[in-house]
């Protein structure tokens, strides 16, 4: 074990944040690591928004949808709503399609930078794209992919096995479980 593998298997999504705000320079560290990703044919057709004031914060919050399996109870609640966000843009003159593996590599590549800084974060692909648009008057040019909403954690999910549902769940107390498949249900040694 070392302390990248030890990030990596206790990643876990996060909804509730805490108010403080997070440095400028951390979140500028945390697009650095998405902007060095790996890109096939290194075309790099990705750019970034990075939105923390908050008045564009209160604006982009009601264009994100939480937790589908169980909304809304998995929604920030009130006070505890991200700090900041990353737009993740695809630029379609540089890129058409099949940019979404670089929007990947970008995405986790930030969520683990956010984690070295104690910065945890929800990826969400369920957001309104042409509020978000308008917001940040996005040109034609480019497609927004996802959002990276970031913050100080208020909540810590734990991992579970999956027994009969891929459904995570929240406890009364408020406690999140995502359960994940087995290793072994998962992994073919040498053969199917
Ligand atoms: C491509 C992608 C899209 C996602 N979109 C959303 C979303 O729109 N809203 C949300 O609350 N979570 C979203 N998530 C987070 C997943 O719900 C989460 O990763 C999953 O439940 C497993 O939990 P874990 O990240 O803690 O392992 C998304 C994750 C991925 C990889």
Redesign the pocket.
Known sequence: MNKMYDIIVS???V?QFRPESVPRLVLERIVEAGRLAPSAANLQPLEFILADEDAVRREVFPC?????YIAPA?NPAPGREPTAYVIVLANTQVREKGFEYDV?AA?ENMILAGLTEGVAS??????DRDRLREIFTVPVTHKID?VLALGYPAEE?K?EELKDSCR?WKEADGTFH?P?RKLKDLIHYGKF
């Open positions: 990643r876990r999504t909804r994100l949808k939480w937790a589908a998995g990947g995405m929800c990826w969400l692909l369920s957001v996802s999910p991992v995570y995502v994940k």
